[in-house]
């Protein structure tokens, strides 16, 4: 017969219990009275089901409790469990075996799981309780903070911990000037050294965020009119700040376990044995409110996880596994700054032999360290700025290291690369949030016949977590189809065998002019995807003067766009966009920064002064785009390309027109590198410097195309970016003029547009062609090739040919449209569908409930209706994403992190468990 198992809580950890359980089918069959297993009751304190509390931050931006959900639809009815949400637990008999709800009803239980987490931890501090001080740990406190802050300049947080500059980052994005104090000498401290503390705080500071460290909150001055006006230090100095959060830490939740007089641990937690079952044999504790054998209380969601899993085992009647303690390895992305650490990366350097390998570049903002045991093994790693490593190091913490530290640490540079995924042993856990090895990947990949990485999170779960391992789960992918003899398809997509590379030969040498020529002639089927299409757009965008096709959103090229090409503007992760102008060497003109302002007022944007001697506007709607750059364009901007693969821009310093050391006028040969090759589609974006002399002010050696004035003229750099790869760029010529720098730059971009493949920066390209620099230096000096003289032919038409982007769909009242929602009527069937919808292109509309649609057509005429929210950002932008198939499925891949959903259903193909709803239009 079936029993009866309470569940107090449903957070994250306590959801994971009830998925663990159905895995192992130790759920009764709710359609069977008589069926064995458990029938679970949950009890829930919020009002909304189990949501992503890792990613809360994305709340800020629009995401809700729905779209944060980890409750898969059908889920509970499924499974006949009895969720009641804001009905809390409030006390326990462990003799009678009942919980009492804050509702009044009385629940027996077979088996009892606390699942109560944690509470954050609010100092007693004078004024603490005033209007205007928050906690940060439910999507009602994000709730509560937005709605006032709406009101407010400026806020600070109390904590520097990983919840604390989370919440920084939150009042960052809700426009507050912010501040973060941490009592701890610096950032971090459980996860990061002194050096990584440093490169840490020298990102957030370069934000605009100000850090007080070494220092704690004395007292919240508080006005009159009851709200928070300041807050005190305990140095003496005053912050004024209209918001205060509170993110000093968290404590467990053991109330209930306490006053029931179940076993807790003197700094709090419910102490449980390897099971983690409790003082009482009938009640099990998981998560962040459990004390473990180890003495620990773990506020990571990974040892949660374990827990569930084991108590899962337990109720399952299995019983073999057991949690005695947790990686408490790390691996986030705060305001922008990866931050990784693993291991014991804490032991004093010298202490029984150890030593550490430090790499530190504090331009980029990048530490990494390495401790290695006397015997060599890895003891433990911070990596801060640059985390890509984290996956190849974590799991061989303990072990030996398969190739030298420097591998590991140091940018790619020749002679040194780290080792692959094969150096990995199988029993080295490769998902930390699910506790999977590569050995199960490698099991999988075999069993299952799996290609790809959405095939490996269906099978094993890794990767749905953080999403920390996803680069290691890929490399393990790739090793093992590489060793069964499966050969990795070498072509785009489904849908084209060709490279981009070869695309680009095909429609050059063919003079292909659209993207249904090229998939006719040379396509497998299916109507393209979020991959081919963006490249065929690419490659026809730079041919376009040679082939005579014009801009990149007339005719059939506007639906091969991604969102920032579609709309000239760059995508931010709330769905909004920013307008970047181009500032030619930086140089403006007093009446252009008042335009600037004026815009920027008018519109309430936030605005910034760019790595790249720009100013920009962020916040901008879709429908507001057009107008914005009428105002712009009416000033002298022209489109600056910040949202294509393209030019970006052209860095310089003052050079010899100010600067007394200056030896080129480095202001005026930025300007004519920006002008000549603005507008130039490429495989990836690339950026430029000048630098007027060898001091590097412009740091030109980290660009793409770097250029440094000498005595006897200029000194040419390529190949170098600060992107996924740092490199140095190389020299490839020295003390050239003017002129013979030009030639030799076209020369070398086009050699570039033709060779390079997709999202192939100019640093990778180079290492990856045989010979690198020594084989550019044979083609673009030597003309090895014969192909030179064609290579500058072909910048010159592109050069003539240039138009300003923005500027000609101003003109254009077909490519306006596409900034606005289209009318229900115009989509619905019977609707002037042909009219209002361009095949494979998406328009948003607006329903009566005041909910969006995005609304697709096909090239056969079919429409699809589905959400315009994307799940995953909480943004209404599936609209601006491309659709294609899949496998011969109308998809349409979300334009904000690539996830594809079959338009049919709405189910995501990546992650079934998430989908968009399907709506008829009428």
């Known amino acids: 017969m079936a029993q009866t198992l309470l569940v107090i809580g449903h957070g994250m950890v306590g959801h994971r219990l009830l998925e663990a359980l159905a895995e192992r089918d130790a759920l009764a069959d709710p359609a069977r009275p008589d069926a064995a297993g458990w029938r679970v009751t949950v009890l829930a304190e919020e009002r909304v089901p189990a949501y992503d509390r890792v990613h809360l931050s994305a709340a800020f931006t629009g995401s809700t409790g729905e779209d944060l959900s980890l409750l898969t639809p059908g889920f509970l009815d499924r499974h006949g469990i009895d969720l009641r949400l804001g009905d809390p637990a409030e006390l326990i008999d462990t003799a009678a075996r009942t919980v009492t709800s804050s509702s009044g009803a009385v629940h027996h239980y077979d088996a009892l799981v606390l699942a109560t987490g944690s ?20 999507l009602d406190d994000v709730r509560a903070l937005t709605d006032y802050a709406g009101d407010a300049r400026s806020g600070v947080v109390i904590g520097g911990g990983l919840l604390g500059l989370e919440a920084a980052g939150a009042l960052r994005t809700l426009g507050l000037t912010t501040h973060v104090v941490e009592f701890a000498p610096r950032l971090m401290p459980l996860q990061v050294d002194d050096g990584g503390a440093a490169a840490l705080r020298a990102t957030i500071e370069s934000m605009g965020v100000a850090v007080h460290t070494g220092v704690g909150a004395a007292a919240v001055r508080v006005g009159a009119d009851g709200r928070a006006r300041a807050l005190r230090l305990t140095d003496g100095q005053e912050i004024s700040s209209e918001v205060v959060v509170f993110s000093a830490g968290v404590r467990p939740r053991d109330r209930l376990a306490r006053e029931c007089g179940l076993a807790v641990g003197d700094r709090g937690g419910v102490v449980v044995d390897a099971h983690c079952r409790t003082s009482d044999p009938f009640v099990y504790a998981v998560g962040e409110c459990a004390q473990t054998v180890d003495g620990k209380v773990y506020g990571l969601v990974a040892p949660g996880y374990q827990m569930a899993e084991t108590v899962a085992e337990a109720l399952a009647g299995a019983g073999e596994l057991t949690f005695t303690g947790a990686d408490t390895s790390t691996k986030l992305k705060l305001m922008g700054a990866d931050v990784a650490s693993f291991g014991d990366p804490f032991a004093p350097e010298g202490r029984d032999g150890a030593v550490s390998v430090v790499f530190s570049d504090t331009r980029e903002g990048v ?73 199960q990947v490698r099991t999988a990949v075999t069993a299952e016949s799996l290609t790809d990485v959405g095939g490996i999170k269906k ?52 003079r292909i002019r659209g993207f249904s020529e090229l998939l006719e002639a040379y396509g497998q089927g299916g109507e393209g995807c979020a991959v081919c299409k963006p490249v065929v757009g690419n490659v026809l965008g730079t041919l376009a003067p040679d082939l005579g096709i014009g801009h990149i959103l007339r005719g059939e090229q506007a639906a091969l766009q991604d969102t920032n090409d579609l709309f000239l503007a760059n995508l931010q992760k709330d769905g909004s966009y920013s307008v970047v102008p181009r500032v030619a060497g930086g140089e403006i003109t007093p009446e252009q920064v008042i335009a600037l302002g004026e815009v920027a007022r008018d519109y309430g944007l936030y605005t910034k002064i760019t790595g790249a ?44 027109r100010f600067c007394r050391f200056g030896q080129g ?256 239009l009428s």
Request: glycine residues 14%; charged residues 25%.
């Open 119 to 138: 509470y954050p931890f609010v100092p007693p501090i004078e004024g603490a309780g005033a209007e205007g001080c928050f906690t940060y740990r439910t």
């Open 367 to 439: 530490y990494k360290k390495l401790l290695l045991g006397p015997d060599g093994a890895l003891l433990g790693g911070i990596l801060v700025g640059d985390a890509r490593a984290y996956g190849s190091l974590k799991p061989h913490a303990g072990r030996q290291l398969p190739a030298p530290p420097e591998a590991f640490l140091l940018p790619a540079t020749e002679g040194i690369a780290p080792p692959g995924a094969d150096a990995l042993p199988d029993d080295a856990v490769v998902c930390s949030c699910h506790n999977v090895t590569k050995g």
């Open 459 to 510: 099978c094993t779960k890794a990767g749905t977590g953080c999403g920390g391992c996803l680069g290691t789960l890929q490399a393990v992918l790739d090793a093992e189809l590489s060793a069964r003899g499966v050969e990795k398809p070498r072509g785009l997509c489904e849908h084209f065998a060709l490279t981009r590379a070869e695309i680009y030969e095909k429609v050059r040498t063919e």
């Open 613 to 656: 001697q720009r100013i920009g506007l962020f916040g901008v709607r879709k429908e507001q785009l057009p107008d914005i750059w009428r105002r712009l364009g009416g000033a002298g901007f022209e489109s600056g390309q910040a949202y294509g693969k393209s030019l970006r821009a052209v860095k310089s310093c003052v050079g010899a």
């Open 665 to 920: 006028d480095s202001i005026q040969l930025a300007i004519d590198l920006e002008l000549r090759y603005r507008g130039l589609r490429t495989p990836h974006k690339f950026k430029g410097g000048v630098s007027g002399c060898l001091r590097e002010c412009a740091e030109a050696r980290g660009k793409d195309i770097g250029v440094i004035a000498t005595a006897n003229g200029w000194n040419l750099y390529v190949g170098g970016n600060g992107g996924a790869n740092p490199r140095h760029a190389d020299l490839l010529a020295s003390d050239l003029t003017t002129d013979a720098l030009f030639e030799l730059i076209d020369r070398f971009l086009m050699y570039y547009v033709r060779t390079g493949e997709r999202l192939e920066r100019t640093a990778t390209w180079i290492e990856r062609i045989e010979g690198g620099t020594e084989h550019l230096k044979a083609v673009l000096i030597e003309d090895s090739l014969g192909i030179c003289a064609e290579l500058q032919e072909q910048m010159e038409r592109h050069v003539a040919a240039y138009e300003d982007e923005w500027q000609a769909v101003l003109e254009d009242p077909r490519a306006l449209e596409r900034f606005g929602p289209v009318d229900p009527g115009a989509v619905a069937p019977g609707g002037a569908a042909a009219g209002a919808l361009e095949p494979g292109r998406g328009r948003s509309v607006r329903l009566a409930d005041g909910t969006e649609a995005a609304v697709f057509k096909d090239r056969d005429g079919a429409v699809y209706a589905v959400g315009n929210r994307d799940p995953f950002s909480g943004a209404d932008v599936i609209s601006d994403g491309i659709m294609g198939s899949r496998d011969g499925v109308p998809v349409v891949t979300s334009p904000m992190h690539k996830q594809v959903f079959d338009l049919r259903t709405g189910v995501c193909l990546d992650d079934p468990r998430v989908s968009l709803p399907v709506i008829a």
